[in-house]
């Protein structure tokens, strides 16, 4: 889990800075120009701040509920079944190339 | 009225009848579907819009195919031939998938997701697919990328969301029935707002292989249609178990339709009907608790017996599920990463650029607004020295939510609310107020996260807008059969009170319909 530094918890005072919006979308892969920033920032503050209300509702004693409905071990019969062809597994590729998906270099100059 | 209007304003279960007596042919109805699609659908720009793209090529095609089996005596099933219309968040092999984003624009997807493999199979044609809040995020569906839905009855009003589109093309009988997907209440919060009956089934009830998920702990497909039994009967039609979905409940469904034809005869007695305290009163418009309160009385004259019940934790669902849902969503999204299909964009002035940097232009240019808050909420919930306060916490409280649920059905057989706090509000009114559009699933949330089923069924106008009203029911974990029992018991009272269902004012039409218009 990616560490945020600076970012004040639900007990905190300030929900959520614009610096840490920057920080957050910077994980998340995304390139938020300074408006959008402006924009966004202010309204996540007011959403955090809300959904920080949360807090202290359930004790240690409180189980947690990741599924509605839990299954586990769900398998099925081990046979073949027919999958995408390559052709149509690349028919929506942004670019592509002997059969393959052909993406931008992965590396950096320093790498 | 010509003969075209006229087969569209009936319902599935009426045309299904009409098909088996031959009184009409599946190319004629369908015709008669995409006829009123071209009248009134028109475009981002004016029309309800509900529709992102149109196949009447291969909706003709599969109507055509439909008469034949018809003509051979051999129909593949009772709903054989009656149009359909789905929300753009299914995979449709051959045809576009949105889900309302730019980022998958003119995405065609290799494969069919089992609920539509389902429609096929059973000869619906398809008509189309339906306008929605990108990636199912919105209470409105004015996060479309492709401009918003208008609602039939004030087209300067949401049709709700995110299936804004579904239950807009069916309120304006441009579809008999639409399959939509709620996952905080994305089924059942339009149809209340457009006067048309939502269905969000158990968790796991119906398959979600090919869902573009947006939060795989509550994303749930339903049926979206005019009447209780026409959802029952498309329930029971793209239902049950699938062993692509490992979330799919291994056992049959219980008698949906049976249940909607018994509810229909108007006898609830011994039926054990709880109003929840907390799903009522403050926050909740005048004209929506009025006509509550009057299907309430319906109940308890078709021999019910109402009493309150308090569902204490109820008051966190709407906190907690903003702290779930984005963080589902963040991570499902993180696929959209311009590589393998969807959008590419190339950052501006900066030559070779890396893999990386390609992803983080796409994305910012991909995304819409809303899309990208709950991704950077979803990333906050779920990072280091934050997971436990708030991803830990938030499923917590689901669990608490879970037992409010368990303690009120050991009282009583189905709970009540309204579906929606208010009636339909006007295009742009919430668009920038994020808090203020989340409110409008405050009714519908709890059984997302506790996984229990609800119907919403239209209850009247209410007095001081005109507007419709939804009136929920919702049930115990696989007792779907509850919903379309009482469904159809309220559904018949008020019909009988209102001389025929609900009927939206006339719609503008000869439009100028495009595809693809920016928003």
């Known amino acids: 889990m990616p560490e945020i530094p600076g970012a004040n918890g639900p007990d905190g005072q300030v929900a959520i800075t614009r610096e840490e919006v920057a920080h957050l979308a910077d994980l998340a892969r995304i390139d938020l120009s300074d408006a959008e920033l402006d924009h966004l920032a202010p309204q996540l503050a007011v959403i955090v701040e809300s959904v920080a209300s949360i807090s202290g509702v359930a004790g240690d004693d409180v189980p947690a509920t990741s599924h509605p409905l839990p299954v586990t071990n769900v398998f099925r019969e081990d046979v073949v079944v027919p999958g995408l062809t390559a052709a149509q597994a690349l028919a929506a590729a942004p670019a592509s190339e002997q059969q393959r998906f052909s993406v931008p270099r992965i590396l950096g100059d320093e790498q | ?38 009248a009134v659908d028109g475009s981002a720009i004016e029309g309800v819009h509900a529709f992102l793209h149109v196949d009447a090529e291969g909706a003709l095609a599969a109507a055509r195919a439909s008469d034949e089996r018809r003509a051979a005596g051999s129909p593949a099933t009772f709903l054989d031939g009656v149009p359909i219309a789905v929300k753009d968040v299914l995979t449709t092999e051959g045809m576009p998938t949105t889900c309302g984003s730019r980022i998958l624009e003119g995405w065609v997807p290799p494969y069919d997701a089992t609920v539509v493999a389902r429609l096929r199979a059973a000869g619906l044609p398809i008509l189309g697919k339906t306008n929605m809040d990108e990636f199912a995020m919105g209470s409105s569906t004015e996060h479309s990328a492709y401009g918003p839905t208008r609602n039939p009855w004030d087209l300067e009003r949401v049709p709700g969301g995110s299936g804004g589109g579904s239950a807009a093309a069916v309120a304006a009988y441009e579809a008999p029935l639409a399959l939509g997907t709620d996952t905080g209440g994305s089924i059942r919060q339009p149809g209340a707002v457009t006067g048309t009956v939502g269905v969000k089934p158990t968790y796991g009830g119906v398959s979600r292989y090919g869902l573009v998920a947006m939060a795989n702990s509550l994303d749930q497909v339903g049926p979206v249609t005019r009447t209780v039994l026409d959802a029952a009967l498309l329930h029971e039609l793209v239902g049950g ?7 799919s409940v291994d056992q049959p469904l219980p008698d949906l339709v049976g249940a909607a034809r018994k509810g229909a005869t108007g006898d609830l ?13 403050e926050g909740y418009q005048a004209g929506v608790q009025a006509r509550f309160t009057e299907s309430l009385d319906l109940l308890v004259a078709a021999g019910a017996e109402v009493v309150e019940v308090s569902c204490p934790q109820f008051v966190h669902a709407l906190a907690a599920y903003y702290v779930l849902m984005p963080s589902e969503a963040s991570s499902n999204l993180a696929k959209f990463d311009a590589m393998r299909y969807g959008l590419r964009v190339l950052p501006e002035g900066v030559p070779d ?37 708030y991803y830990g916490q938030a499923q917590k409280v689901r669990t608490l939510i ?9 009282q009583v057989d189905v709970l009540v609310s309204p579906t929606s706090p208010t009636t339909a509000f006007r295009l742009g009114e919430k668009l ?3 808090l203020a559009m989340y409110l409008n699933d405050l009714a519908t949330i709890p059984a997302n996260l506790a996984g229990v089923p609800g119907i919403s069924v239209p209850a009247g106008l209410a007095e001081e807008d005109g507007l419709p009203v939804g009136f929920q029911v919702l049930a115990p974990a696989l007792a779907d059969d509850r919903l ?19 009927t939206p004012p006339e719609l503008p039409a000869g439009l100028d319909r495009r595809e693809g218009a920016s928003a």
């Open chain 2, 1 to 38: 009225m010509s003969a075209g209007q006229d087969w569209t304003t009936r319902t599935a279960a009426e045309l299904a009848d009409a098909l088996a007596a031959g009184e009409v042919t599946s190319v004629e109805l369908t015709q008669a579907h995409l006829d009123r699609i071209a």
């Open chain 2, 241 to 247: 178990h699938d062993p692509r979905d490992s979330t």
């Open chain 2, 269 to 281: 007695s011994g039926l054990r009907v709880g109003v929840v305290t907390e799903l009522q009163g």
């Open chain 2, 353 to 389: 650029p890396s893999a990386e940097e390609v992803m983080r232009a796409t994305r910012d240019a991909g995304f819409g607004d809303e899309v990208k808050r709950r991704i950077i909420l979803g990333t906050y919930a779920l990072s280091s020295g934050y997971y436990d306060a």
């Open chain 2, 402 to 410: 879970s037992r409010d649920f368990e303690a009120a059905f050991a």
């Open chain 2, 432 to 434: 920038d107020d994020p």
């Open chain 2, 484 to 502: 379309y029992r009482v469904g159809a018991a309220l559904e018949a009272a008020l019909h009988a009170r209102w001389g025929g269902p609900l």
